[in-house]
């Protein structure tokens, strides 16, 4: 016997309205940046400054597919996506990683390369300090609602590399990543642009537009393994998990769970299967009832669970609970679950 409620909870910013603030912050910043980047070039003709122009270009377009997966992911479910559409985000947010890769990481280090081997002299590179200084303000703000955000939802002792590794929604680890390589490149710029104006080399402008590629790269290979995993379906955390079992394990007719897997369809969205232990000479009333009742208490205890199914089994002698199945597990090896 199966069991299965679906509940579709809504709100206004689809789930991630801190982070869709940041990301605004981020674009706004970003589109003002790469203007007077580009100008900047242009007048000195330093190819670390084309490599952030660039750079800014491809942040501002990953911060608009941030924005057009915030409300792709919405859409409601269909025959076909049952689930609904949740994991755009996660789709949108390895995007990100693979433009942020080819667009910045790549094209700058093929920049910096080319002018490592045919080095040019600038010309009024006080254009090139002027708008790094002015874009390392702009970036400073954009960081800085960044880092708002995610306080704002972050958990209390977590590290911001924890959280990154740990967030299940890809948007405000995306802009606090994109951000903080941002505020790097712009010093890097800085030292490549500075040393070229003392020593007159145009070497050390490639040097520093190949070390913003290097740090473009080594970004979005973070972001793409992140994004990946949630794409391939991330369960709940290990302290959802333990509210899980709990709430299963709260009411009186549930004497045990046997196994429990989770599963994020959504940052906000929590699939939830369970096998739960009911006493052998319960009615199927009885059992139907313990079902409810059970998946109420889950919902209240993790509202995020909008999927949930229970399969109400006998425990068998020497059978172990979920928690005993998940301590007592070993790479390698394999459980059998009936």
Not at 27 to 37: D, Q, T
Not at 114 to 124: D, G, N, R, Y
Not at 170 to 181: F, G, I, K, S, Y
Request: charged share 20%.
């Amino acid at each position: 016997m199966t069991q299965q409620t679906e509940a579709t909870t809504e709100n206004a910013d689809g789930g991630h309205g801190g982070s869709a603030r940041a990301i605004v912050a981020a674009l706004l910043a970003n589109l003002g940046i790469a203007v007077a980047k580009f100008v900047a070039f242009l007048v000195t003709g330093a190819s670390s400054m084309l490599a952030e122009a660039i750079h800014s270009v491809a942040d501002s377009g990953n911060q608009v597919l941030l924005l057009i997966c915030g409300r792709t992911s919405k859409r409601r479910p269909t025959a076909q996506h049952p689930f609904g559409f949740g994991r755009d985000r996660f789709v949108y947010g390895f995007l990100v990683a693979v433009v942020l890769f080819s667009v910045g990481g790549v094209f700058a280090v093929y920049e910096g390369v080319h002018k490592i081997l045919a080095p040019e002299e600038l010309t009024s590179p006080v254009w090139a300090f002027g708008v790094l200084g002015v874009a390392i303000v702009l970036e400073s703000f954009s960081l800085r609602t960044a880092v708002r955000e995610t306080n704002a939802v972050r958990p209390a002792g977590e590290s911001y590399w924890a959280f990154i590794r740990n967030a299940r929604a890809p948007e405000l680890p995306v802009v606090l990543l994109e951000d903080t390589a941002a505020l790097t490149g712009l010093v890097l710029a800085m030292l490549g642009v500075g040393l070229t104006t003392a020593t007159g080399d145009g070497v050390y402008d490639g040097l520093g537009t190949v070390a913003i590629g290097v740090l473009l790269i080594a970004v979005a290979s973070v972001l793409a393994v992140e994004t990946k995993s949630l794409l391939l379906g991330e369960a709940a955390t290990e302290a959802v998990q333990r509210d899980i079992r709990t709430a299963l394990e709260g009411g009186e007719h549930v004497e045990s769970v046997i196994h429990l897997r989770t599963q994020h369809l959504a940052p906000e969205e929590l699939l939830v299967a369970a096998k739960i232990a009911v006493r052998h000479d319960d009615t199927a009333e009885a059992v139907a009832r313990a079902i409810d009742e059970a998946e109420a208490r889950i919902r209240a205890a993790v509202p995020i669970a909008t999927v949930i199914y229970l399969e109400p089994d006998i425990r068998r002698a020497g059978q172990p609970s979920a928690g005993e199945r998940s301590s007592s597990s070993a790479p390698g090896s394999s459980t059998s679950e009936g």
